[in-house]
């Protein structure tokens, strides 16, 4: 049984990419890296707005979010969601356009 653990993963999952993340079950010190795979192949894949949706609490990894995005290059702004997207518990971003 234990092999049969260790092939399972092995191989990386493909997960379809959708404009939008919910981040509620990852550790804040997870979100940087998850952030950067998960915009890259947004871009590659042309999406230019996506939703991530961080949770209201008390702002920790709605702070962590937007330090990150402030940084990134793919990004050309950033704004809290609608209130019908999820208000203050969510950011779209908007990615820059591909160059070709």
């Known amino acids: 049984m234990k092999e049969e653990?260790?092939?399972l993963f092995e191989e990386p999952v493909k997960v379809p990419i959708e404009p939008r993340i919910d981040l509620h079950t990852f550790a804040?010190?997870?979100i940087p890296?998850?952030?950067e795979s998960y915009l890259s192949e947004c871009h590659k894949a042309g999406l230019r707005?996506?939703?991530i949706i961080h949770g209201k609490g008390i702002g920790v990894q709605r702070k962590i979010v937007q330090a990150f995005l402030q940084k990134n290059p793919l990004i050309e702004t950033?704004?809290?969601a609608p209130p019908e997207a999820g208000g203050w518990g969510a950011t779209v971003a908007v990615l820059r356009k591909r160059t070709p």
Do not use: A, I, K, S
Request: hydrophobic share 35%.
């Open 33 to 35: 890296d998850l952030l």
């Open 28 to 30: 804040p010190r997870d």
């Open 49 to 51: 707005e996506v939703r």
């Open 78 to 80: 950033f704004f809290q």
């Open 5 to 7: 653990e260790e092939n």
